[in-house]
């Protein structure tokens, strides 16, 4: 007889856009076409990215705590879950994100579910991350079948830091939707009517909740970048709270038509094929999805010398390094690329060549295969 279907259910905070929203929804719609049994949940089912989850024919559940974890209607959706997960009799139950975890690990417990994956993409570098939050979030985790880290750097860090068992700790490195680039036309014309044809473009795709993704760093080296590039414009996509005091920002040192603000974007690909390079400023990573899209898109990386970006850019052959929160050297490697055509393009061929061979999603989707059905000793964790 053949293996049954596995029974898959797939859970996060939002269906906003977003880094590890976009990951769940990548994999859950290539396991669907594969024939396996998925199902989605989520805390708030508010979002773009239901629309694709819908074409793929994937259920979407809502068990949304009302911000409110424990309390009452918080303790009501993680029973509610639990019920739906013994009804329903998953062989695996995957959390993607921090709110999905201290929802989705205990009732997934507490049903008896064969595997239960929960993930840490983070090096634990915003404001939830206290101590008393990071002992609770182990304790959570600890009822994991497994942990799957997106980087060796994640996974060092919750060894090191939060005194996770390393046996406990898979490091399963993030995908990148390659068709999504795959003859995608470059039409500055009709995305940037308002630009000259000669400008030099250079994005960024970043959140702008917290300012530790380093968008302060990089308006500073816009300064010197400008001085000697007139035409170069730097294109910020994303939003958040931190966007009103850039803005500030770029008036002040007078880059308001140097530094454009283009908000969410979800044309992410065709605006990158427009561009010259790509920055990521972040002082904290764990392994940036932007990163991977910029490479896969061909372009040449700078980037800082954080977390898991090490793993994704071989300084000097698929990309650049630089200190984080360090303008200067951000500049200097931008201007690097901006004077040298050749070696630019280079560098992005290179990049492009290191998404297709280490961070397709066919490779991640066997990594889970081989997670889901690896022969495990239950250890009860504290």
Known sequence: MSEPTKRIFHMVNSLDMGGSELQMVEVASRQKARGYQVIVGCLSSKGSLIEGLSHSGISVFEFNPQGALFLPRGIFQLLRLTWFFVRHRFDVVQVHDLYSTLLGVPAAWLARVPVILSCRRDLSHWWWYTPRNRRILRYVQNRSTYVIANSQAVRDFLVEKDGFDPNLIRVIRNGVALERFTNVRADRE??????????????????????????????????????????????????????????????????????????????????????????????????????????????????????????????GVSGLLVASKDSHALAIAILQLLRNDGLAKQLGRAARERVRAQFNFERLLSELDDLYTEPRQHVERN
């Not at 630009?195 to 080296?221: C, F, Y």
């Open 190 to 315: 009709r995305l940037f009517p308002h630009l000259r044809a000669q400008s030099q473009l250079i994005a960024v795709v970043a959140n702008m909740n917290v300012e530790t993704k380093g968008h302060a760093d990089l308006i500073r080296a816009a300064v010197e970048v400008s001085q000697e590039f007139r035409d170069a414009k730097f294109l910020l996509i994303g939003d958040g709270a931190e966007r009103n005091r850039l803005e500030a920002m770029t008036g002040e040192l007078g880059l308001s038509n140097t530094v454009l603000f283009l908000g969410r974007r979800n044309d992410v690909p065709s605006v990158l094929v427009c561009c010259d390079l790509f920055v990521l400023p972040s002082w904290a990573e764990g392994l940036p999805n932007s990163v991977l899209e910029a490479m896969a898109a061909g372009l040449p990386v700078v980037a800082t010398r954080v977390g898991g970006i090490p793993e994704l850019i071989d300084d």
